[in-house]
C-alpha cells in the first residue's frame, strides 16, 4: 500500500486535488455563472469530466507510469473540461453585456438577446476548434496531414 501512494508524483496529487475541489464546487460555480434552472445537465457533465480526469491518474499510477496514453487521455480530459468553463464564463460576459435585463418580483434576470446568442455561439465554436486542435496536439497528431485527417 504504501508503494502505491508513493507511486503518485506531486503533479498527480495536484490533479486530483484540483479534480476534487472542481468536482465538489461544480454546482455552486455553474449557479454563479448561469442564472436559470438548466444547470444540473452543467453541473453533471463538470462532475463527469472531474471524474474522468480522477480516473484517468489513478489508472495511469495503477499502470506505473509504464504507458503513455492514461496520461495522455487525462490531458485531453482537462483541456476538454477547461474549455467547457471557459466557454461557460464568456458566455456569462456575454450575457452580462449584450443581453436584456429584466426586472420582475424585484428580481433582477437577464435574458438572451440575439446578438448574445449569436455571439455565444460563434465563441462556443471557435473555442471547440480549439480545443480539438489540442487534444489532437497532446495526442500525437502534429502533422497537418494527420490532425486534418483525424479532424475529418
Known sequence: MTYFVN?????????????LILFLAARPICRWLSHDDTVSARVSMMRLLNFL?????????????????????????????????GTQIINFFIRQRFGR??????KVSI???YSSRGLSLFVAV?????????????LGLDSLL???GALG
Open 101 to 106: 435585463v429584466r426586472t420582475s418580483n424585484n
Open 126 to 138: 471557435v473555442i471547440t476548434v480549439i480545443a480539438l486542435v489540442s487534444c489532437l496536439r497532446v
Open 7 to 19: 507511486a503518485f508524483t506531486q503533479i498527480d496529487l495536484f490533479t486530483i486535488a484540483a479534480a
Open 53 to 85: 480526469i480522477i480516473a484517468a491518474v489513478v489508472t495511469k499510477v495503477l499502470l506505473l507510469n509504464e504507458t503513455e496514453w492514461a496520461a495522455k487521455i487525462a490531458q485531453c480530459l482537462i483541456i476538454l473540461y477547461f474549455a467547457m468553463l
Open 146 to 148: 494527420e490532425a486534418g
Open 111 to 113: 435574458s438572451d438577446t
